[in-house]
């Protein structure tokens, strides 16, 4: 059994159902945005990221900026999204994306499905999941990915000769989170807890940011004067950053509803 897990919002609230944390109050709590910490300290969300296009330069010259781009005949075959939506939060991310770049919102992830349903049609949308050795072989040579994946692989890249360049679509700007919370009745609370404390902390946070993604306290770093330049390389611009709105779990559980029922018929089988 975990003594923490680090999971989709989708996942926390189904744990949360299920009684499975055991509540935890971080001492920095106070300094975490209300939308990334359950009300009842079940779980807290030490980071999260924004969705952006990732494009592998040595294969696509003309990288895609705008969801909007991906829809071009020149990415025929050549744009992956990160597994299934109804599975895999990431995946879930790009599609809700998607929606919010063709006229959905938060309540309305359907405009996002039909987008990806018209990539498929076109030939756009590759058949292959994206996993790093995918991404290393060539084979998804444009993914709908979490910003904060890239920066991970750059020494990778480098060996194996590749450019990626990364774009954050203004016409689809999502945030998602993943949360973090002590496993009820797990083997070792005390250090589940400690954890949960160190990576809220400063060293923690700006790990963090180091890695691409945008730690919870975020705002509070900037204040103090911690974020550099060089920590704000991997990340999105300013007015991206400010743009991030989190779905509430109703608004989650509504949009996974709507892909139960249509990602087969629309996307996955059609």
Not at 154 to 178: M, Q, R, W
Not at 216 to 244: C, F, H, M, S
Request: hydrophobic share 45%.
């Amino acid at each position: 059994m975990p003594d923490s897990v680090d999971v989709s919002p989708a996942i926390a609230q189904s744990m949360v159902d299920a009684g499975l944390f055991a509540p935890y109050t971080p001492t920095i709590a106070g300094q975490v945005p209300a939308g990334l910490q359950d009300p009842k300290h079940n779980w807290v969300a030490a980071y999260y990221g924004i969705m952006a296009i990732s494009t592998n330069t040595t294969i696509v010259k003309n990288a895609p900026k705008t969801f909007a781009d991906l829809k071009k005949p020149e990415y025929k075959g050549l744009v992956a999204l990160i597994g299934d939506p109804r599975e895999a939060g990431a995946a879930f991310a790009g599609v809700m994306a998607a929606s919010l770049a063709n006229g959905g919102s938060a309540d309305d992830i359907m405009p996002g499905v039909k987008f990806f349903a018209d990539l498929k049609k076109s030939g756009n949308l590759g058949a292959t999941d994206v996993t790093k050795a995918t991404v290393l072989s060539g084979e998804t040579p444009i993914a709908i990915d979490w910003s904060y994946n890239v920066p991970g692989l750059a020494a990778d890249l480098k060996a194996a000769g590749l450019t990626i360049e990364t774009n954050f679509p203004t016409d689809g700007v999502y945030g998602g989170f993943y949360a973090q919370g002590v496993v009820k009745n797990s083997p070792h609370q005390a250090c589940s807890k400690l954890w949960l404390e160190h990576i809220l902390s400063d060293e923690g946070a700006l790990g963090y940011l180091a890695g691409g993604a945008m730690p919870a306290r975020y705002a509070e770093l900037v204040k103090a004067g911690k974020v550099t330049a060089e920590l704000k390389k991997n990340l999105p611009p300013d007015n991206l950053i400010a743009q991030i709105k989190f779905l509430t779990p109703a608004q989650i559980a509504k949009a996974k509803d709507v892909l139960a029922a249509n990602w087969g018929p629309m996307v996955a089988d059609a």
